[in-house]
C-alpha cells in the first residue's frame, strides 16, 4: 500500500506528461514582411504615432535582432552587390539561398528553381497562405510560390514582352509554357494550390492562360472569390480564398493633408530657402471598402487554423511602405506601418490562444526616408543651408514638429527613391533566445522558420 501511494504521483506526472504532449498544439509561423521597413521607417512611425517615448506592437516582441541583406550579381554570382530589392530579398526569406536583383525563387545566372519554404510547408501537410497590400502577383508573395526569371513576369501578357532594362537571362521568355516553362506568376499562384490568397492585382487574374480565365480556373480549383471588404468579413467558413481586393495594388490607408508629399525646398530670388508649413496624415478617401491588413491577417489565421492539426505557414506583407518611401509620402509611408503593425497585433492576439506560433517580423531591404533636423536648425546656420533632397515637416500626434527628408535621387526630375543597404531589423517571438544571434541574415531566417515547422531538407 506505502508503495503504490510512493508510486501513484510518479504515475499521474506521466500521463499528464503524455496527456501534454498529446495535446502540443501544431507548429506555426507567421512571417511578417514590411517591405523596406528600416529601422529608419520604423522610428519614423513610432515618432508620428505613439512619441519619442511610444513603442509600436512589433517592437514589443520579446526578442529582437538585425540582419544583413545579401545580394548576388547575376553576371557573377561569386560577386556581392550592397543595395537589394524585394524579389531577391523575398527570394532568399523564401528559399534561404541568395540570388540576383529581380529573380523570383529562382538562381543567379543558371535559372534553376529555389524550393520555398511554402512548398516544404504543403509537402508536410501543412496549410498555406500569402497575404499583402500589394498586387498578389508582386515580388514579395511571388518568390514564396512561384519561379520567374524576372518579377516582371506577372501576368500571361507579360511573357511575351522583352524587359530592357533587365539581363538577357532574365526574361520572361525563358518561363513561357511554349518553353517548358510554368508560365506567370499569377498562374504559377494558382496552380500552387495555396488555402490563402488576398491582396490586389486583380488585373493579373482577369486575363486567359492556354484559352482558360484564370478566375474561372481558380474557381473550379475550389476557390472562393472575393473581391469586396464586405466579403472578406462576411466569408464563411471552409473553403480556400482567392480576395483580389482591387485591379492593382491596394490603396494607401492615409495621405497628407491637401495631398502633400515632401518637395524640394524653394530658393527666393536672394537664394534663400523658403521652407513650406507643416502637415498632419489624414484617412485617405480611395481607401474606403478596401478591407485593412488586419482584417486580411485576421481572416487568413481564421482559415488557416480552423480545424488544423497540423499548422501552417502564413506570409503578411506591409507592401506600400516601401512603395509610399519611392514616391517621397511620408503620411502614405506611416499609415501603411501603422497598418502593417496593427497586423503585427492580430498576429500577437492569435499566437496568445495558439502558443506553438513562430512569429517573425522583418523587412527584406532598406529605404529612403530620413529624420533630419527642422527648418529651424538649417536657418540658424545663416540663410542659404537647406537639405539637398525632397523634405517635409510633420505635425505628429502629439503636436510636436518631425522633418523627414528623402535625398537618394535628385530633384527636380528625379523618378523616385531608391532602396538602400542598411541591415534591417528583426522582431520575434516563440522561439528560444538561444536560436537568435544578435547579427543574422535573411538565410538564417528561413533556416529558423523551417526548423520550428520540423522542415528539413529531406521535406523539399
Ligand atoms: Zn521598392
Known amino acids: 500500500?506505502?508503495?503504490?501511494?510512493?508510486?501513484?504521483?510518479?504515475?499521474?506526472?506521466?500521463?499528464?506528461?503524455?496527456?501534454?504532449?498529446?495535446?502540443?498544439?501544431?507548429?506555426?509561423?507567421?512571417?511578417?514582411?514590411?517591405?523596406?521597413?528600416?529601422?529608419?521607417?520604423?522610428?519614423?512611425?513610432?515618432?508620428?504615432?505613439?512619441?519619442?517615448?511610444?513603442?509600436?506592437?512589433?517592437?514589443?516582441?520579446?526578442?529582437r535582432s538585425s540582419a544583413r541583406v545579401q545580394t548576388v550579381r547575376e553576371d557573377d554570382p561569386g560577386q556581392f552587390r550592397y543595395v537589394a530589392d524585394?524579389?531577391?530579398?523575398?527570394?532568399?526569406?523564401?528559399?534561404?539561398?541568395?540570388?540576383?536583383?529581380?529573380?523570383?525563387?529562382?538562381s543567379a545566372t543558371t535559372d534553376q528553381d529555389q524550393s520555398t519554404i511554402l512548398e516544404a510547408a504543403q509537402k508536410a501537410g501543412l496549410r498555406t497562405g500569402l497575404v499583402s497590400t500589394a498586387s498578389l502577383t508582386d515580388a514579395t508573395p511571388a518568390a514564396f510560390a512561384a519561379h520567374t526569371a524576372h518579377r516582371?513576369?506577372?501576368?500571361?501578357?507579360?511573357?511575351a514582352k522583352a524587359i530592357g532594362y533587365a539581363a538577357a537571362t532574365q526574361q520572361c521568355m525563358a518561363d513561357q509554357h511554349s518553353r517548358g516553362g510554368k508560365g506567370s506568376i499569377a498562374e504559377q499562384l494558382l496552380a500552387a494550390n495555396i488555402d490563402?490568397?488576398?491582396?490586389?492585382?486583380?488585373?493579373?487574374?482577369?486575363?486567359?492562360?492556354?484559352?482558360?480565365?484564370?478566375?474561372?480556373?481558380?474557381?473550379?480549383q475550389g476557390y472562393k472569390?472575393?473581391?469586396?471588404?464586405?466579403?472578406?468579413?462576411?466569408?464563411?467558413?471552409?473553403?480556400?480564398?482567392?480576395?483580389?481586393?482591387?485591379?492593382?495594388?491596394?490603396?494607401?490607408?492615409?495621405?497628407?493633408?491637401?495631398?502633400?508629399?515632401?518637395q524640394?525646398?524653394?530658393?527666393?530670388?536672394?537664394?534663400?530657402?523658403?521652407?513650406?508649413?507643416?502637415?498632419?496624415?489624414?484617412?485617405?478617401?480611395?481607401?474606403?471598402?478596401?478591407?485593412?491588413?488586419?482584417?486580411?491577417?485576421?481572416?487568413?489565421?481564421?482559415?488557416?487554423?480552423?480545424?488544423?492539426?497540423?499548422?501552417?505557414?502564413?506570409?503578411?506583407?506591409?507592401?506600400?511602405?516601401?512603395?509610399?518611401?519611392?514616391?517621397?509620402?511620408?503620411?502614405?509611408e506611416i499609415g501603411e506601418l501603422r497598418a502593417f503593425d496593427l497586423a503585427v497585433q492580430a498576429g500577437r492576439e492569435f499566437a496568445r490562444s495558439h502558443p506553438n506560433t513562430l512569429i517573425i517580423v522583418t523587412a527584406d531591404h532598406g529605404q529612403a526616408g530620413q529624420i533630419i533636423p527642422l527648418p529651424e536648425y538649417f536657418l540658424a546656420w545663416g540663410n542659404r543651408q537647406y537639405p539637398p533632397g525632397y523634405y517635409a515637416v510633420l505635425k505628429t500626434r502629439s503636436g510636436e514638429l518631425m522633418a523627414v527628408s528623402y535625398a537618394t535621387n535628385a530633384p527636380p526630375n528625379g523618378r523616385g527613391e531608391v532602396h538602400t543597404g542598411v541591415n534591417v531589423p528583426v522582431y520575434l517571438q516563440g522561439i528560444d533566445a538561444a536560436q537568435v544571434p544578435p547579427l543574422m541574415d535573411q538565410r538564417q531566417l528561413n533556416r529558423l522558420m523551417r526548423d520550428h515547422l520540423g522542415l528539413n531538407a529531406a521535406t523539399d
Open 264 to 332: 524640394p525646398i524653394a530658393l527666393n530670388w536672394l537664394g534663400e530657402p523658403q521652407f513650406s508649413e507643416p502637415f498632419a496624415c489624414v484617412d485617405n478617401p480611395d481607401h474606403r471598402g478596401t478591407p485593412t491588413l488586419k482584417e486580411m491577417t485576421s481572416a487568413a489565421l481564421t482559415r488557416l487554423s480552423a480545424d488544423n492539426a497540423k499548422g501552417f505557414f502564413l506570409m503578411v506583407e506591409g507592401a506600400a511602405i516601401d512603395k509610399q518611401a519611392h514616391r517621397r509620402n511620408p503620411c502614405g
Open 86 to 106: 524585394s524579389a531577391n530579398t523575398a527570394t532568399t526569406l523564401a528559399t534561404g539561398q541568395l540570388t540576383s536583383l529581380g529573380r523570383i525563387a529562382t
Open 1 to 63: 500500500m506505502r508503495r503504490l501511494a510512493r508510486v501513484a504521483p510518479l504515475l499521474l506526472a506521466w500521463t499528464a506528461t503524455l496527456s501534454l504532449a498529446a495535446e502540443q498544439p501544431p507548429a506555426s509561423v507567421i512571417l511578417f514582411i514590411g517591405d523596406g521597413m528600416d529601422e529608419h521607417q520604423v522610428t519614423l512611425a513610432r515618432n508620428y504615432l505613439y512619441g519619442a517615448e511610444g513603442a509600436l506592437a512589433m517592437e514589443q516582441l520579446p526578442l
Open 225 to 262: 472569390l472575393l473581391s469586396r471588404r464586405r466579403e472578406l468579413l462576411e466569408k464563411g467558413p471552409g473553403s480556400k480564398l482567392l480576395g483580389l481586393f482591387a485591379p492593382g495594388h491596394l490603396p494607401v490607408e492615409w495621405i497628407g493633408e491637401g495631398n502633400r508629399r515632401a
Open 196 to 220: 490563402v490568397l488576398l491582396g490586389g492585382g486583380k488585373r493579373y487574374f482577369a486575363q486567359s492562360s492556354k484559352g482558360t480565365d484564370l478566375q474561372k480556373a481558380a474557381a473550379s
Open 152 to 159: 516582371s513576369c506577372q501576368s500571361p501578357a507579360d511573357m
